[in-house]
């Protein structure tokens, strides 16, 4: 029982990082759909909302960047929803008013989700992005949002960020291979049906599918979630990305995401009725290997190595394991205390990496269930910069 215990475990982890990667790609060469879609001869109006909360070190380049989308003028509303900014955010906004910028501001810090409930009941648009100020977008990437909605069974549209690091160059390595490794999971799933989630710092939903959310809702998984539940499906566009720059504190960025994996824990057992597959079919086996499998790795992690200190003595093949599995931790421990990955240009010390990424990830994973039961809602949040 103990040998077996300890297989599975190992088998689960390998499944929620690669395993899962590989059943979507085989069974997209079976029943996988044309990601190709003709754009509308009709242009949408389009609102795109950044959410902001002392911003001032980067709302003014975001802004810019926003004006310079290529995208008709009158076609496209640009809304700074402030969060109580109490910096030179908002008198930023303010001062690209001449260009058509307009700002929303909500004082009290409720939170952002409270702030987009508001600010979305406002909108008279068709389809609503959402952004961070934060993302910096290509010129195309409005159209490439939209692009999708001419398939009028498709709710909402994601694209994919490219994590640039800074200086310290630790968190930009984690998040960045997890970042890309949500991608290509993202596109496979797509073409069998239904992403599950989307990114945040840049997706697109059909105006009309906007439900008014919790206050303490992840929207960049509740949103999606709650527009398959209505039977609509969401899709990951390759042509729309962003480029955002990691954190300069790691501590910082490694906070961001306790946070958000806390939420996504509270987000998944508020839907749970997703996982129900005799209602939701392939949807529901994507949502648990996408978001479960991932969510339960740190407690795979704590079994594969209590199980193997345990096996150790019955044979020294499972010594050699757990002078790996230490080894491996080791790894991760001395990195962390050095605030950055060694480079992952060399072919010798890009396994390093990836084992730092990976323990980062579900090191975050693993505080944030702690989080959640601890009831930790985390309504409001600030920049990681």
Not at 285 to 312: D, G, R, Y
Request: net charge positive.
């Amino acid at each position: 029982m103990m040998q077996l215990t300890f297989i599975l475990s190992l088998v689960l982890i390998g499944y929620a990082y690669f395993g899962y990667l590989i059943v979507l790609w085989a069974l997209s060469l079976v029943a996988g759909r044309s990601m190709s879609h003709e754009p509308s001869s009709r242009l949408p109006k389009v609102s795109l909302i950044i959410s902001v909360y002392n911003e001032e070190s980067i709302l003014s380049e975001k802004l810019t960047n926003s004006l310079a989308l290529d995208y008709p003028k009158e076609l496209l509303r640009i809304i700074v929803v402030s969060d109580g900014s109490t910096d030179g955010t908002e008198e930023i906004a303010k001062s690209f008013a001449d260009r058509g910028i307009i700002l929303r501001s909500y004082p009290g810090r409720i939170g952002k989700t409270a702030c987009l409930n508001q600010a979305v009941a406002d909108l008279s648009s068709e389809i609503v992005i959402f952004s961070d100020a934060n993302s910096m977008y290509p010129q195309n990437t409005v159209r490439a949002l939209i692009a999708p909605f001419s398939d009028p069974g498709i709710g909402f549209v994601t694209g994919g960020t490219s994590y640039v690091a800074d200086n310290n160059g630790q968190m930009g390595e984690s998040i960045g291979i997890y970042a890309r490794l949500e991608q290509m999971t993202k596109l496979l799933e797509s073409q069998l049906g239904s992403c599950v989630g989307a990114d945040g710092a840049m997706f697109a939903i059909r105006r009309s599918l906007y439900q008014p959310l919790d206050h303490a809702d992840i929207n960049d998984l509740v949103i999606p979630l709650k527009i398959v539940r209505a039977g609509y499906r969401g899709v990951y566009s390759p042509q729309a990305f962003c480029v955002e720059v990691v954190a300069k504190e790691a501590a910082k960025e490694f906070s961001r995401q306790v946070r958000i994996a806390a939420r996504t824990i509270r987000a998944v057992m508020a839907q749970r009725a997703l996982l129900n597959p005799f209602v939701y079919g392939l949807f529901a086996f994507q949502l648990a290997s996408h978001k479960v499998c991932k969510l339960i790795v740190p407690f795979l992690l704590l079994l594969a190595l209590v199980t193997n200190v345990v096996l150790v003595g019955t044979s020294p093949f499972y010594l050699i394991l757990l002078i790996i599995q230490l080894m491996v931790y080791m790894t991760a421990w001395m990195a962390v205390r050095r605030s950055a990955v060694p480079a992952s240009g060399s072919f010798v010390m890009r396994p390093f990496v990836l084992m730092h990424s990976f323990l980062v990830v579900n090191a975050a994973v693993g505080i944030a269930w702690i989080r959640y039961w601890k009831r930790d809602s985390f309504t409001t949040w600030a920049p990681a910069r």
